[in-house]
């Protein structure tokens, strides 16, 4: 069965630092990789996603990369703000079968961006 | 272009009570999905709609019924509410092609006394 770790839990970084959120993952047939942002309270927003295929995605700030032989993603954020201050999660999307179309989450990164 | 939306945003049902949670999409999606989320445990899938007309289990569907009305809404039904059903829930909707990305709800928070 397809487990998803986040480390840290938690992390608090001053502003304008950048910083790194992993992401690791124990099966590594994997379709995709789903970077999502959830703020507390609210539902999740997509981020950034990365197809087996690829090794990273951009998108403003955030660089995702993948290295699915070794079962890892890295997000991140450069030049950080307190209004990224929020929870991000990761998730694998597996191949084809009876679980294809599941998402399997990590725990997610609470991360607090210090002004 | 409203996206994923869910009703109610907040619920507080008894023990034993049903309640059916709705959830709509407007950007013509083929597959729709319904999770929980519960601290330490993350998002776990209940059930999900490959496409309209299919309804599969996830990962922890006992306890719930799921009913894809057409394309746009998918619905979970709690027969008979329990404690440990208290969580949030949340919706989601992909194009269902290859590779695409899941967009979410903004969830329903149950709290089940």
């Known amino acids: 069965k397809q487990e998803v770790t986040q480390i840290p839990a938690a992390l608090s970084v001053p502003e304008g630092e950048n910083l790194v959120l992993n992401c690791s993952f124990t099966?590594?047939?994997?379709?995709?990789l789903q970077w999502f942002r959830q703020d507390p309270g609210k539902g999740l927003t997509s981020l950034l996603l990365?197809?087996?295929?690829?090794r990273e995605q951009t998108s403003g700030r955030l660089n995702a990369s993948l290295d699915k032989s070794s079962g890892r993603s890295t997000l991140y954020i450069a030049a950080s703000q307190p209004g990224d201050s929020a929870t991000y999660l990761c998730a694998v999307k597996e191949g084809s079968g009876a679980g294809s179309y599941q998402l399997t989450f990590g725990k997610g990164t609470k991360l607090s961006v210090i002004p | 272009n409203a996206g994923v939306t869910q009703t109610p945003k907040f619920q507080v049902l008894k023990t034993g009570q049903s309640m059916t949670l709705q959830c709509a999409q407007d950007m013509n999606h083929n597959s729709m999905y319904w999770y929980r989320q519960d601290p330490g445990m993350g998002l776990r899938l209940i059930y999900y709609?490959?496409?309209?007309?299919?309804?599969d289990k996830g990962e922890v569907p006992n306890g719930y019924n799921v009913s894809r009305l057409n394309k746009r809404e998918f619905s979970l039904r709690l027969e008979s509410a329990a404690p440990s059903q208290t969580s949030v829930y949340f919706c989601a909707s992909r194009t269902g092609t290859s590779g695409s990305e899941q967009y979410f709800g903004p969830g329903t928070r149950l709290t089940v006394t």
């Open positions: 709609s490959a496409s309209e007309g299919t309804t």
């Open positions: 099966d590594s047939a994997i379709y995709n």
């Open positions: 990365i197809q087996s295929s690829q």
